[in-house]
């Protein structure tokens, strides 16, 4: 009989940017009692400057994965862990845009579970992908109240010819709580390159009196595309379409919807990816047009 040896590493990891900055030190086990079960604990200290707020925040986290990877693929992926988060943030009142600072302390246990039936991670050209995510959540400070934060995602693509057709779906909803009560950055929001192309990051949903992004407890987005392949490039013209609202049931009624084209650069390790996209229905200050690059498709 064989053993496995688990393998261990610590990381620190910085983040020096405009509107982030972030220091933090990880421990990892690999290999942790069954072959790729990954046990880790996390010291996060994250600065974020965003339209919707502005938050500084510590984070203590320990959980427990299978992962997946472009060498070997799994076809299921599961994690669940432990997260306790002190943050101070930085948002308005929405009726007001009266600044406002208030402080959180958040004890999180996030769990998930993943079907991957796709060809490829970042290029695929058949198959599903499933996700669901479920967050019970309890805000400690001041007078206590607990909520329950969930996402499913999907996603199927066919191939005919030298054309991939995909689709993918998103829902969530944060049930228990009104969104003021939540902390800005445990809501959700909707907009951007991973989310609904042709509108500006957190751009769509519920805004306060200045126009910035106030978050939502529901979300429901959707995205078609059609992946068309010349040898080493493709273009991939695209429809995006995205809600996110203040109640808590996903609705795809009074939906911001975003189209555009991008070009693709087939490599050994994945495409390259260049969206261009505007948004179809925007509302007065909205993006005109969106640009997004980066490594892998959109979805």
């Known amino acids: 009989a064989s053993s496995l040896r688990p393998e261990g590493a610590v990381t ?8 982030e900055q972030a220091l933090g030190a990880s421990i990892r086990r690999n290999n942790y009692k069954a072959r790729d079960r990954v046990l880790t604990g996390q010291l996060l200290l994250s600065h974020l400057d965003e339209d919707a707020y502005e938050a500084r925040s510590v984070t203590l986290a320990a959980g427990l994965e299978r992962q997946t990877n472009i060498i070997w693929q799994k076809k299921w992926t599961w994690s669940y862990g ?3 988060t002190a943050s101070k943030e930085d948002d308005t009142v929405k009726a007001t845009g009266e600044p406002r600072r208030r ?11 993943a079907y991957d039936g796709s060809d490829d991670l970042l290029n695929p050209t058949k198959g599903v992908r499933l996700a669901g995510r479920i967050s019970p959540e309890l805000s400690l400070q001041g007078s206590a109240f607990g909520y329950v934060k969930a ?4 996603s199927t693509y066919l191939p005919l010819g030298r054309t991939v057709f995909a689709g993918r779906v998103r829902l969530g909803s944060i049930i228990g709580a009104s969104a003021d009560r939540i902390a800005p950055t445990r809501r959700f929001y909707s907009g951007g390159g991973g ?4 509108y500006g990051y957190q751009e769509i ?6 126009g910035d992004p106030a978050g939502g407890r529901s979300l429901a987005e959707f995205a078609i595309e059609a992946r068309i392949r010349f040898g080493n490039f493709g273009v991939v013209p695209f429809f995006d379409g995205g809600n996110l609202n203040t109640g808590n049931r996903p609705t795809f009624k009074n939906m911001r919807y975003g189209a555009g084209l991008g070009v693709r650069y087939y490599t050994s390790f994945g495409p390259i990816r260049v969206d261009v996209g505007t948004p179809v229905n925007p509302r007065p200050g909205d993006s005109k047009v969106a640009v997004y690059v980066s490594l892998g498709q959109a979805f």
């Open 195 to 198: 989310s609904v192309r042709g």
């Open 151 to 154: 996402q499913i995602d999907g």
């Open 12 to 19: 620190f990891r910085g983040v020096l940017g405009t509107q």
């Open 205 to 210: 949903g519920p805004i306060d009196v200045n």
């Open 103 to 113: 402080k959180y302390l958040t004890g999180a246990v996030p769990s998930s579970l």
């Open 82 to 84: 432990l997260e306790l």
